[in-house]
């Protein structure tokens, strides 16, 4: 049996996944990251799963990549690590931005580099009061990855994102809520319950709505103000003859509960 990296606990409609390194932090290992691709494979296929939360074993989120990691580690033989990113980080990152179901991060501790940036990039991050963030990648001569050149900006602009991204200082969740890079900071001991809570409430919304407002809001930022008026009037459409649109309006008249269905 290979070892279970990546702890996988269906919670209703939501599927918890829990990196599981806590020995070394959560650091990503290329067995971690696979098994972390599989697990979103498995949830974008199953229709039961309408949320997905992420989360870290023991006190950090994730160390970022596993510098002990053979592929990765210097040994005075050139290594090409830019394979990693290839066969790794670029088709995680986007599995996670195109994921057909909201998906919520729950950052219980340390979150460093690679770390740092698969929480950012999922659609909600919520941060435990003790948790902090590290764009790690300066200090060993690399660039942020993961992502992280086309969020930080994006997140919290370019004077912030070049801070954060030269010095490398650990950031803590407050700061990180108070610039705009997470959405939001729990007391420690409430982090799993209010996140869960979150993604129960996104599980029990129209999850293609959800879904294509996340592509919507990215998919603006590289049109102009004329082309995204259009594009919202193309999904509106769309969403217009689906299920959930129906049901919405219906429940919202009756005075009932929705029960939305599409995905
Ligand atoms: C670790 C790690 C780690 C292995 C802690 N690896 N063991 C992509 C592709 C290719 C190449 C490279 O990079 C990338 C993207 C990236 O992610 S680059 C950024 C990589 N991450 C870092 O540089 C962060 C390194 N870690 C740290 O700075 C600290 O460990 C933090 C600030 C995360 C936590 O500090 P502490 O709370 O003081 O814990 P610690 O340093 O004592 O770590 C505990 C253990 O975890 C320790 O092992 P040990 O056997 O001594 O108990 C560390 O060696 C191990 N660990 N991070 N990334």
């Given at each position: 049996m290979p070892e279970q990296l990546i702890q996988i606990e269906p919670q209703g409609q939501v599927l918890l996944l829990r990196l599981n390194r806590p020995q070394a932090l959560n650091a990503l290992t290329s067995d971690l990251l696979g098994q972390l691709r599989a697990a979103l494979e498995a949830a974008a296929a199953d229709?039961?799963?309408?949320a997905v939360l992420i989360t870290g074993a023991g006190r950090a989120f994730s160390a970022g990549q596993?510098?002990?990691d053979p592929l990765v580690a210097p040994d005075g033989s050139p290594k090409d690590i830019g394979l990693m990113l290839e066969h790794h980080y670029i088709p995680l990152a986007l599995r996670l931005r195109s994921m057909p179901v909201p998906v919520v991060a729950a950052v219980n501790g340390v979150a460093a580099g690679a770390g740092a940036n698969l929480a950012l990039g999922c659609d909600l991050v919520l941060a435990a009061e003790g948790a902090s963030f590290i764009q790690a990648f300066g200090k060993i001569g690399l660039v942020p990855d993961c992502g992280g050149t086309w969020l930080l900006p994006r997140l919290v602009g370019r004077a912030k994102a070049l801070e954060l991204a030269l010095l490398g200082d650990k950031l803590k969740a407050v700061d990180a809520e108070r610039l705009g890079l997470i959405s939001r900071v729990v007391p420690d001991a409430e982090l799993l319950d209010a996140a869960m809570a979150v993604a129960h409430k996104l599980a029990g919304l129209p999850t293609r709505a959800l879904v294509e407002t996340r592509r919507a809001l990215d998919e603006a930022l590289k049109l102009d103000f004329d082309a995204a008026l259009q594009r919202e009037a193309a999904l509106q459409r769309q969403l217009g003859f689906a299920h959930d649109y129906q049901e919405g309006v219906a429940a919202f008249m009756d005075k009932r509960a929705p029960r939305f269905k599409d995905r």
């Open positions: 229709e039961q799963v309408r596993d510098l002990a």
